[in-house]
């Protein structure tokens, strides 16, 4: 589970394919933020374009997919 303190630091999204598409591991994260593992609700920070985890982290042989939870946006 994320957490935040600031209000205004956040703000809710419309529904949107970036946080209802899966991305299996070992593929680039299509927007930098907290993913969430659907099977063992492992969470990761995790810039844009680099390669999400495997899923060594479960400890044992599972389906992996990791969904955006929070995206970080730069807005001007
Ligand atoms: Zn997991």
């Known amino acids: 589970m994320?957490?935040?303190?600031?209000d205004e630091f956040v703000k809710k999204a419309k529904p949107h394919a970036a946080f209802m598409d899966e991305h299996p591991p070992?593929?680039?994260a299509p927007y930098a933020g907290i993913y969430r593992c659907k099977d063992c609700n492992f969470e990761i920070g995790i810039a844009?374009?680099?390669i999400l985890p495997s899923d060594h982290h479960h400890?044992?042989?599972s389906a992996v997919r990791w969904i955006l939870v929070v995206e970080a946006r730069h807005v001007a």
């Open 26 to 28: 070992g593929t680039p």
């Open 2 to 6: 994320s957490l935040y303190l600031f």
């Open 48 to 50: 844009k374009g680099h």
């Open 59 to 61: 400890g044992r042989v």
